[in-house]
């Protein structure tokens, strides 16, 4: 790392248009050769900040500065001109292309009228070999692993001359080894005299790979630090405002009866592709059952099937005694005890119109109690909207707030305040802490963990490890459609064993798997 | 007195003030887009007009200078309510049939035929007439909703070709079937006298289809806002993913709203034949079901305003009928009023700038009262 400052922001405020003030006053000064973190939780407005550079979003007010003289940037383009790159977190593809079609996208190299393709290959050839980048350049994006993609989009940056490389939580994909094979690709970029802006919400990763850190709590500065100087648990403290120590207090398990059967479990998509290849598991009264793996492996296919959102698949799932095709509405799961806190909040958690009551209600409408004849018992709904609000730390004034206006965790409360209030056998727990504050994410897990000991049956997909080997008693884990692999108990688990099968590295046998049926 | 109050949470106020400030610009909005109608409609009459000042005179307060005029204008408010409500209904799901044009016009020919076909006394035939006018809307909302349903044909589509459909029939039915032919006018055979809605406003031709139509407003409201059924209607419309997600029976809720909705159209049509009418003479349908749409967005999808909304509709269109009758200028200028107020009310960029600026401003305001 040099002296040499690159790129400075200051004083960067940026206030939506429907209010929320993501960054206030907030800095940022990079130097030349340095991997610099953004530290902070979600929502703490690293990424705004960053779109802010690469001229996605627009700032307030503020300045910034690349070697010294002021920019200003309107543009992905301009950015791009200026030597800014950036890997966002939802990769930019076009998964029906190549990879050199990928990267090459808007700066063909011509041949007449025509795309010179075999160019187009040596010069994405040239750049990966320079950088040490083992991507073939031929393959259509699709069939990439998430790693692989993860490689294409920074050739992207790099091919156009990016000098400052901004990586918007680039682990949050990837298992241990994709983890460690792409910090040491950082690390040759930065000697060969890049910058890096690495967002991130994991400390130790942090503490691993960086020079510096800048750190950010809800869009407020908290100081810029050397890696060296400070520990992960100051980072922490500075991250989220007090000490986090976390570890789950579990009780012993209290096994019952199996509440949720899948048999031979088949789902074929309208591509004609199999997602979910045979796939068999139960999960029993008092066991929180993990689903882990990568995304895109079959999870969502399988959730759907159980939750009743989708009804054509091949094979059987039982739910509470519930197994007839023809009877597996989401209103009959839903009423045989089923909740479901689904993967996508904002498309199926949440109705963003309505107001915070009426989303509270949605599951429960049609009860007696919330019902006087043919009218709706308004009393009694309010009563409960207000005791929800409460209990679930539901951050506003008024039940009739729309859900819109709250932040991203607090309607994740909603979500969770009308899936896990109501009786019930079984509680499907599709990443139910995404994109949500610590804070919010482990009082999620406690409540998991609360219903457990009451008796319920918990499925707990998610494609963060962390989270899977912190809340899951067993553990499934799921690749290319079909369970790769096993855990009875988690105890003795390593994430690097995990992250292997989870790859498809690793796979266990038949007869290993088969654990996971009674 | 300010001081022993609790210092309130700022974030929580920040939401509160917001939701004020969109909840006004909302009313603000449809206020300047009623002000930019009017004012453009008096200038164009002061462009064509000889007397300027007398045609925006009797454009304006012209409805107002007598019992009969005013009469006009709630005669012409009832069944613009009617085809509002119903067109309101269908919106709130966010499905958009536009077959309560259709089921309008066909109800009025539907209560003529109930009205010269009934054995029964009067009374029974009006219940008769009005109950056909609403089945019969029911069904013709009914058709696009089971065809988007079963084929996934879209609805608004659908109900613009079956509107041609049911205009066609029912002027095949003026001619081959209810046609009076001993008078010269393309009409049908008088209805029985007695079978026609009491007017209770001597003087005007007001009668108690106001009185039906208030009730259908107050129900509509209670069924919308107090009960489940309302509730899962709301909802559906709002987010359908997250209503199928909540165990709500999409498809069905959806179909149910599309029938009723339209079948309160055709109770309109039913009621506007047996209220004003004593032969049907509508060669061409009165386009009621268009001017629903119009009631329905400025009342913003909310029952409780359709009668305000089909109120100031009727105002104006009946201005612009004395308009016509004392000067030059054609009816068709409150076109331009409609046009316009739809125009900035269903333009969401409209004025956005400026609430946006407010919200960024107030937010503002709110963290540097945080900082201190």
Same mark, same amino acid.
């Given at each position: 790392?040099?002296?040499?400052?690159?790129?400075?922001?200051?004083?960067?405020?940026?206030?939506?248009?429907?209010?929320?003030?993501?960054?206030?006053?907030?800095?940022?000064?990079?130097?030349?050769?340095?991997?610099?973190?953004?530290?902070?939780?979600?929502?703490?407005?690293?990424?705004?900040?960053?779109?802010?550079?690469?001229?996605?979003?627009?700032?307030?007010?503020?300045?910034?500065?690349?070697?010294?003289?002021?920019?200003?940037?309107?543009?992905?383009?301009?950015?791009?001109?200026?030597?800014?790159?950036?890997?966002?977190?939802?990769?930019?593809?076009?998964?029906?292309?190549?990879?050199?079609?990928?990267?090459?996208?808007?700066?063909?190299?011509?041949?007449?009228?025509?795309?010179?393709?075999?160019?187009?290959?040596?010069?994405?050839?040239?750049?990966?070999?320079?950088?040490?980048?083992?991507?073939?350049?031929?393959?259509?994006?699709?069939?990439?692993?998430?790693?692989?993609?993860?490689?294409?989009?920074?050739?992207?940056?790099?091919?156009?001359?990016?000098?400052?490389?901004?990586?918007?939580?680039?682990?949050?994909?990837?298992?241990?080894?994709?983890?460690?094979?792409?910090?040491?690709?950082?690390?040759?970029?930065?000697?060969?005299?890049?910058?890096? #802006?690495?967002?991130?919400?994991?400390?130790?990763? #942090?503490?691993?790979?960086?020079?510096?850190?800048?750190?950010?709590?809800?869009?407020?500065?908290?100081?810029?630090?050397?890696?060296?100087?400070?520990?992960?648990?100051?980072?922490?403290?500075?991250?989220?405002?007090?000490?986090?120590?976390?570890?789950?207090?579990?009780?012993?398990?209290?096994?019952?009866?199996?509440?949720?059967?899948?048999?031979?479990?088949?789902?074929?998509?309208?591509?004609?592709?199999?997602?979910?290849?045979?796939?068999?598991?139960?999960?029993?009264?008092?066991?929180?059952?993990?689903?882990?793996?990568?995304?895109?492996?079959?999870?969502?296919?399988?959730?759907?099937?159980?939750?009743?959102?989708?009804?054509?698949?091949?094979?059987?799932?039982?739910?509470?005694?519930?197994?007839?095709?023809?009877?597996?509405?989401?209103?009959?799961?839903?009423?045989?005890?089923?909740?479901?806190?689904?993967?996508?909040?904002?498309?199926?958690?949440?109705?963003?119109?309505?107001?915070?009551?009426?989303?509270?209600?949605?599951?429960?409408?049609?009860?007696?109690?919330?019902?006087?004849?043919?009218?709706?018992?308004?009393?009694?709904?309010?009563?409960?909207?207000?005791?929800?609000?409460?209990?679930?730390?539901?951050?506003?004034?008024?039940?009739?707030?729309?859900?819109?206006?709250?932040?991203?965790?607090?309607?994740?409360? #909603?979500?969770?305040?009308?899936?896990?209030?109501?009786?019930?056998?079984?509680?499907?727990?599709?990443?139910?802490?995404?994109?949500?504050?610590?804070?919010?994410?482990?009082?999620?897990?406690?409540?998991?963990?609360?219903?457990?000991?009451?008796?319920?049956?918990?499925?707990?997909?998610?494609?963060?490890?962390?989270?899977?080997?912190?809340?899951?008693?067993?553990?499934?884990?799921?690749?290319?459609?079909?369970?790769?692999?096993?855990?009875?108990?988690?105890?003795?688990?390593?994430?690097?064993?995990?992250?292997?099968?989870?790859?498809?590295?690793?796979?266990?046998?038949?007869?290993?798997?088969?654990?996971?049926?009674? | 007195?300010?001081?022993?109050?609790?210092?309130?949470?700022?974030?929580?106020?920040?939401?509160?003030?917001?939701?004020?400030?969109?909840?006004?610009?909302?009313?603000?909005?449809?206020?300047?887009?009623?002000?930019?109608?009017?004012?453009?409609?008096?200038?164009?009459?002061?462009?064509?007009?000889?007397?300027?000042?007398?045609?925006?005179?009797?454009?304006?307060?012209?409805?107002?200078?007598?019992?009969?005029?005013?009469?006009?204008?709630?005669?012409?408010?009832?069944?613009?309510?009617?085809?509002?409500?119903?067109?309101?209904?269908?919106?709130?799901?966010?499905?958009?049939?536009?077959?309560?044009?259709?089921?309008?016009?066909?109800?009025?020919?539907?209560?003529?035929?109930?009205?010269?076909?009934?054995?029964?006394?009067?009374?029974?035939?009006?219940?008769?007439?009005?109950?056909?006018?609403?089945?019969?809307?029911?069904?013709?909302?009914?058709?696009?909703?089971?065809?988007?349903?079963?084929?996934?044909?879209?609805?608004?589509?659908?109900?613009?070709?079956?509107?041609?459909?049911?205009?066609?029939?029912?002027?095949?039915?003026?001619?081959?079937?209810?046609?009076?032919?001993?008078?010269?006018?393309?009409?049908?055979?008088?209805?029985?006298?007695?079978?026609?809605?009491?007017?209770?406003?001597?003087?005007?031709?007001?009668?108690?289809?106001?009185?039906?139509?208030?009730?259908?407003?107050?129900?509509?409201?209670?069924?919308?806002?107090?009960?489940?059924?309302?509730?899962?209607?709301?909802?559906?419309?709002?987010?359908?993913?997250?209503?199928?997600?909540?165990?709500?029976?999409?498809?069905?809720?959806?179909?149910?709203?599309?029938?009723?909705?339209?079948?309160?159209?055709?109770?309109?049509?039913?009621?506007?034949?047996?209220?004003?009418?004593?032969?049907?003479?509508?060669?061409?349908?009165?386009?009621?079901?268009?001017?629903?749409?119009?009631?329905?967005?400025?009342?913003?999808?909310?029952?409780?305003?359709?009668?305000?909304?089909?109120?100031?509709?009727?105002?104006?269109?009946?201005?612009?009928?004395?308009?016509?009758?004392?000067?030059?200028?054609?009816?068709?200028?409150?076109?331009?009023?409609?046009?316009?107020?739809?125009?900035?009310?269903?333009?969401?960029?409209?004025?956005?700038?400026?609430?946006?600026?407010?919200?960024?401003?107030?937010?503002?305001?709110?963290?540097?009262?945080?900082?201190?």
């Amino acid at each position: 790392m040099s002296n040499n400052v690159v790129l400075e922001m200051k004083n960067i405020t940026k206030i939506y248009p429907n209010g929320v003030i993501a960054n206030k006053d907030a800095n940022l000064s990079v130097r030349e050769s340095e991997i610099h973190a953004l530290l902070g939780e979600n929502g703490a407005g690293k990424t705004t900040l960053m779109k802010i550079l690469f001229g996605i979003e627009h700032y307030t007010s503020g300045e910034i500065l690349l070697n010294g003289k002021p920019i200003k940037v309107t543009s992905p383009l301009e950015a791009i001109d200026l030597g800014i790159g950036m890997v966002h977190q939802h990769f930019m593809l076009d998964e029906r292309l190549t990879v050199t079609e990928n990267i090459i996208l808007g700066m063909e190299p011509k041949k007449g009228l025509s795309l010179d393709y075999k160019k187009a290959t040596e010069m994405v050839k040239e750049v990966s070999e320079k950088y040490n980048f083992k991507v073939d350049p031929n393959k259509l994006v699709m069939d990439l692993s998430v790693g692989k993609k993860q490689k294409v989009e920074i050739l992207k940056a790099l091919i156009r001359g990016a000098k400052i490389l901004i990586l918007d939580e680039p682990t949050a994909v990837l298992t241990p080894q994709e983890t460690s094979e792409l910090f040491e690709q950082l690390e040759t970029l930065k000697k060969q005299g890049h910058s890096i #802006v690495f967002i991130s919400h994991k400390l130790n990763e #942090v503490k691993e790979i960086c020079d510096r850190a800048t750190v950010m709590r809800l869009g407020v500065y908290q100081g810029t630090y050397n890696i060296e100087d400070v520990t992960v648990k100051d980072l922490s403290r500075l991250m989220i405002g007090r000490d986090v120590v976390r570890s789950i207090e579990k009780k012993t398990q209290n096994l019952g009866d199996v509440v949720l059967k899948v048999d031979n479990l088949k789902v074929i998509n309208d591509e004609g592709k199999i997602v979910v290849n045979d796939v068999n598991f139960a999960v029993r009264q008092g066991q929180i059952l993990g689903i882990a793996g990568v995304e895109g492996n079959g999870q969502r296919e399988l959730i759907d099937c159980i939750t009743g959102l989708e009804t054509t698949f091949v094979g059987k799932v039982s739910l509470h005694g519930l197994e007839d095709k023809q009877e597996f509405s989401v209103k009959n799961l839903r009423l045989n005890g089923m909740n479901h806190i689904p993967e996508d909040r904002l498309v199926y958690g949440v109705s963003s119109e309505a107001s915070i009551q009426d989303n509270i209600i949605s599951n429960r409408y049609d009860q007696a109690d919330l019902n006087k004849g043919i009218f709706q018992d308004r009393k009694a709904i309010t009563t409960l909207s207000n005791e929800l609000i409460k209990q679930y730390q539901v951050k506003t004034d008024s039940k009739d707030t729309l859900v819109r206006m709250l932040s991203g965790g607090n309607m994740q409360k #909603v979500v969770a305040a009308r899936e896990m209030s109501t009786d019930m056998k079984i509680l499907i727990a599709d990443q139910p802490t995404r994109g949500i504050d610590v804070g919010t994410a482990a009082f999620i897990h406690d409540k998991i963990v609360e219903l457990r000991d009451k008796g319920v049956a918990v499925l707990l997909v998610s494609a963060d490890i962390n989270e899977v080997m912190d809340v899951s008693d067993s553990l499934i884990v799921m690749y290319e459609g079909k369970i790769a692999a096993y855990f009875d108990s988690i105890k003795d688990l390593s994430q690097e064993t995990l992250g292997e099968y989870m790859l498809g590295i690793k796979k266990m046998s038949e007869e290993e798997i088969r654990g996971a049926t009674v | 007195m300010t001081w022993f109050k609790k210092k309130p949470d700022a974030k929580r106020d920040v939401i509160k003030e917001i939701s004020n400030i969109e909840k006004r610009f909302e009313v603000f909005r449809i206020g300047i887009a009623l002000l930019i109608s009017m004012v453009l409609i008096i200038l164009v009459i002061a462009l064509i007009s000889d007397d300027p000042l007398g045609a925006i005179r009797e454009l304006l307060l012209g409805p107002l200078q007598s019992l009969r005029r005013i009469g006009n204008v709630i005669e012409l408010m009832i069944p613009l309510t009617f085809t509002g409500l119903a067109i309101t209904m269908v919106f709130k799901t966010n499905r958009f049939n536009l077959a309560a044009e259709g089921a309008f016009y066909m109800a009025t020919m539907v209560a003529v035929l109930v009205a010269l076909n009934s054995p029964f006394p009067p009374v029974i035939t009006i219940i008769l007439g009005l109950l056909a006018g609403f089945i019969v809307g029911g069904l013709l909302g009914l058709i696009p909703a089971l065809i988007n349903l079963k084929f996934g044909a879209n609805e608004l589509v659908v109900s613009l070709m079956q509107n041609y459909i049911v205009a066609f029939f029912v002027q095949y039915l003026l001619n081959y079937v209810v046609r009076d032919p001993n008078s010269y006018a393309i009409q049908s055979y008088a209805l029985p006298e007695s079978v026609s809605l009491f007017r209770f406003i001597p003087g005007t031709r007001i009668h108690v289809g106001l009185i039906l139509m208030a009730v259908v407003v107050v129900v509509a409201y209670i069924i919308l806002y107090r009960t489940k059924w309302g509730y899962v209607l709301r909802v559906t419309g709002l987010n359908e993913k997250f209503a199928k997600y909540s165990g709500v029976k999409v498809a069905f809720v959806i179909i149910i709203a599309q029938v009723l909705g339209t079948a309160i159209a055709g109770l309109g049509g039913a009621v506007e034949m047996y209220g004003i009418y004593n032969t049907f003479k509508f060669a061409a349908s009165p386009g009621y079901g268009w001017d629903g749409i119009i009631v329905a967005t400025l009342a913003k999808l909310n029952p409780a305003f359709v009668p305000l909304a089909a109120l100031f509709i009727a105002y104006i269109r009946v201005g612009a009928d004395i308009l016509n009758r004392s000067t030059n200028i054609p009816p068709e200028i409150v076109s331009i009023v409609q046009a316009i107020i739809i125009l900035f009310i269903a333009a969401k960029a409209f004025m956005k700038a400026a609430k946006e600026k407010k919200i960024v401003e107030k937010s503002r305001e709110v963290a540097s009262e945080g900082a201190n």
